[in-house]
């Protein structure tokens, strides 16, 4: 069993499609992770002036 999933993968078209899906959830992660890092909430630095 663990050959037939191999060589399928081996094949380039679904390599191909594999990795394309795999780093496209990482940068959606990050995307999201990037969110809720509250750069984007900070007040103006000289309204107090």
């Known amino acids: ?22 780093y496209f959830v990482i940068l959606m992660a990050l995307v999201y992770l990037y969110g809720y890092s509250g750069l984007n909430n900070s007040t103006f630095i000289y309204t107090e002036f």
């Open 1 to 22: 069993m663990k050959t037939k999933w191999l060589a399928i993968w081996h094949q380039p078209v679904v390599a191909f499609v594999g990795w394309t899906i795999f």
